[in-house]
């Protein structure tokens, strides 16, 4: 007779924040599965889990990493992270994989793009699709950096897809944010959104070594000139433009004293922990977002009305406003009889 088949456990609240507190890192690894996902069933759970584990987070230096397509994320961050470990730290590198517009797929090959950083004990990179969220922030990133805190990892750097408006999103829950660049900055500046520059606390132009030195050094100069004429986030905090090589660890260890001597001024004025509170707030504001489209699509008759709508819209028969006060007025409609019954 063959063995009969043993049902995978399923796991309780306290079986994810005790594996997470206890550094299990394939319990972190599916607690942050479990956060991620967007299964309603999940939902409860996952936010019971996050809710326990938040006592435990607040402690890292959060760094978002952007920058143009070809400037070297990836290997930027898997040298970056050595120094760290090897300094001490526990780095958790969140890297946002932008996922099809077509099919929703997503490659999710950070692991290998930081070969090094992937076998280093002290570190944790947890590859994430972009999902349909503007920006290429995962919908669940904030509830991940709260999980990787409370595992005892002390630095979270969150990698995103590229540089543009939407870059808003990773500023509003990182304390730092870094623009990677590129030499050529004359061709560069016309293509970057003014918000992106304004958002950033610093600007470092990776590869600037070998026979590119030159064009980095003439880069930064550009790009410092372009910062002075906006006005600063911070009376504390002038962002600086840095100079370093990814692939001959060069002005990486400089890179991170300035993040850290930003965290020292912030703190000293109390920018920090205003900067902390307002993004508790953004998150507030998000997850009600979330809620709100969630509870939208769980009425067959909203999506039925909706694709109706659509048809319309397209057809320039309907202007959008238009369209989302019909569907609105279903809603409430819907939920007065529900509520009625």
């Known amino acids: 007779m063959p063995p009969a088949s043993v049902s995978p456990k399923r796991f309780v609240a306290e079986d994810y924040v005790d594996g997470v507190l206890s550094g299990d890192r394939a319990m972190l690894a599916q607690t942050i599965t479990l956060v991620e996902s967007t299964s309603p069933r999940h939902a409860n759970l996952a936010y019971e889990v996050v809710a326990r584990l938040l006592p435990h987070s607040g402690s890292s230096t959060r760094v978002g990493i952007t920058g143009v397509p070809g400037v070297g994320k990836s290997t930027f961050i898997d040298q970056l992270g050595l120094n760290l470990t090897s300094d001490g730290r526990r780095v958790a590198v969140l890297a946002v994989d932008p996922s099809s517009s077509r099919t929703g797929g997503s490659i999710l090959g950070d692991k290998t793009r930081m070969a090094r950083l992937s076998v280093e004990p002290n570190a944790f990179i947890r590859p994430s699709p972009a999902g349909s969220v503007l920006g290429g922030v995962a919908r ?10 409370a595992a005892g990892f002390d630095v979270v750097l969150v990698e995103t897809v590229g540089v543009g408006q939407s870059e808003t999103m990773v500023s509003e829950m990182v304390d730092f944010f870094l623009v990677l660049m590129l030499s050529g900055a004359g061709d560069d500046l016309q293509g970057i959104k003014k918000g992106v520059l304004e958002l950033a606390d ?14 980095a050094k003439s880069a930064a100069g550009e790009y410092r000139a372009a910062l002075h004429l906006m006005k600063p986030a911070s009376l504390t905090w002038s962002p600086p433009v840095l100079l370093c090589s990814a692939l001959e660890n060069s002005g990486l260890d400089e890179l991170w004293a300035s993040i850290e001597l930003h965290r020292v001024k912030m703190t000293a004025t109390g920018e920090f922990e205003e900067r902390r509170s307002a993004q508790q707030v953004g998150w507030l504001h998000a997850m009600l977002k979330d809620r709100l489209v969630g509870e939208l699509q769980t009425w067959p008759e909203l999506i039925e009305q909706l694709h109706a709508l659509e048809v319309e819209v397209r057809g320039h028969s309907l202007t959008p406003s238009a369209a989302v006060n019909q569907l609105w007025s279903r809603y409430l409609q819907l939920r007065c009889s529900a509520q009625a019954d």
């Open 202 to 215: 610093m600007i470092a132009i990776n590869k600037a070594d070998g026979d590119n030195l030159g064009r």
């Open 140 to 149: 669940a990133t904030r509830e991940t950096i709260i999980v990787c805190e």
